[in-house]
DNA sequence: ATTATTTGTCTATACAACTAGACAAAAATG
DNA sequence: CATTTTTGTCTAGTTGTATAGACAAATAAT
């Protein structure tokens, strides 16, 4: 369908090579350069965008220092990578979704705290604003490369152990099974899209300015009360977020 | 929750005065500023992001051209937009959403073709790559605010009149009735973001380099066949997707 | 009425981004 | 083996981005 092809938005605030960087990620992740795929030369894509060639070689190191692309001098430039499809369901389970494409999931926390809840979260867990709720700094990789980076807030009276046994586990859902939550639901996500703040840029390797997608999303036991609250950013060309309804 | 605050990402492709912009926009969907309140001032705002005011006034103007913003001499700077809440489900309709919201939808017919089906559109579809295949490029709006651009497949010989029909309605949903199409759902949506290229940041009027949510999604009718095949580009700040589970 | 605060406009300077052209080095082609 | 294609490196000039400071114009506060 969509051919690599089209100018670009001179002096818009974005350099023009990380517009370019941005479409042919875009380009990988949709599949128009599947993996191992040789990339049109530098001097082909330079006239397809209309730039100078130097411009594309910058969009091309970009891509390259993710490990992305993989340049060879005098055979030309390759796909090196491959995205992931991320279904979301009412039983959204990150390591499930993970391992059933044949990869190797992994999670680690980042931070932790326990604060007073403020207005969003005590109203999406259904509490009193200022109860003490459990934060979770949270990411998650796939192959050892970060896809996702997560805050979740839990009710702090109902988890007493839940940091540990998640530090210990790397797993949301299996440091909830030891406090008795043998199954849980998604009541609802919200999807917005936004571009990376420095933070969440440095946790997910991206090059400040890329763009993420930003999942907020309820989760609620079997009897219907809610126990998570959870803000993930993910990689927004490593991942294609798949609402099946 | 999230302050307005933090440092800016220096030389990663992204100028300075967009990342605030992007920022301040993504505070005020978030309703961190709400409808009709003051910024801080700029000076204030430089000091926060550690960059010049000319910096600054940039980021502000970029907003006031797109109508986000106002800024008046003396008095200071406001919010002068909402955002929209798009909920997506087994029956998402445009104009219903938009009607709950108490706003005022509106389509119309950017461009149509007829045209073999590719691989992709084939797949979706259900048929053989290369049948004849409807193309409608639509811009839906809100309270006259370009809000959504969609370009959707449909089989060519079971809806011969439609391009006229939605020409017409300036919906697809009554669009479809008047080719027998009593009821349809949806069988998935899939969603991603990317950098507006040129052509979506004209018609969504946004400045180029902005985020888009791109939204693809197979709708089937009532025997389970698929009828359409759309892929929906969103201004990724004017609109939060809201997945219903 | 005076003062302080806030946005608007101007000049000047430093640095990053983009373009242009030339040539080297490695690999594929015939 | 010679030729072509491709990525890698260098120099130089132009345009966009960010900083700094000063002052004007409108509004709000005292």
Redesign the pocket.
Same mark, same amino acid.
């Given at each position: 369908m969509s051919e690599t092809l089209g100018q670009m938005d001179? #002096?818009?605030?974005?350099?023009?090579?990380?517009?370019i960087a941005e479409r042919l990620r875009a380009d990988i992740a949709a599949g128009v350069y599947p993996h191992n795929a040789r990339?049109?030369? /530098? !001097? /082909?894509l !330079?006239g397809r965008f209309?730039?100078?060639?130097?411009?594309v070689?910058?969009a091309? #190191?970009a891509l390259?220092e993710e490990n992305i692309l993989r !340049?060879?001098?005098?055979?030309?430039?390759f796909v090196a990578s491959r995205p992931i499809d991320y279904p979301i369901g009412r039983r959204t389970r990150f390591s499930e979704i993970v391992s059933r494409q044949k990869r190797q999931p992994g999670g680690r926390l980042v931070a932790s705290s326990e604060e007073g809840a403020d207005i969003l979260v005590a109203e999406k867990l259904g509490i009193a604003p200022g109860s003490r709720v459990i934060r979770l700094e949270t990411l998650s990789a796939v192959d050892g490369v970060p896809l996702t980076r997560a805050t979740s807030w839990f009710p702090a009276e109902r988890f007493p152990g839940l940091v540990a046994a998640y530090a210990e586990t790397g797993s949301i859902t299996k440091a909830l099974e030891r406090h008795g939550i043998a199954d849980y639901t998604r009541l609802e996500t919200r999807i917005s899209a936004r571009v990376a703040g420095a933070d969440d840029a440095e946790h997910l390797s991206l090059p400040p300015g890329a763009v993420v997608l930003v999942s907020e999303a309820v989760n609620i036991d079997a009897e219907g009360n809610p126990i998570q609250f959870a803000r993930a950013r993910f990689a927004g060309d490593r991942v294609q977020i798949v609402v099946e309804s």
């Open positions: 001179r #002096g818009a605030g974005v350099a023009l090579w990380r517009q990339l049109p030369s /530098e !001097a /082909e !330079a209309k730039v100078n060639r130097h411009t070689r910058r091309i #190191g390259a !340049a060879d001098r005098g055979r030309g430039t």
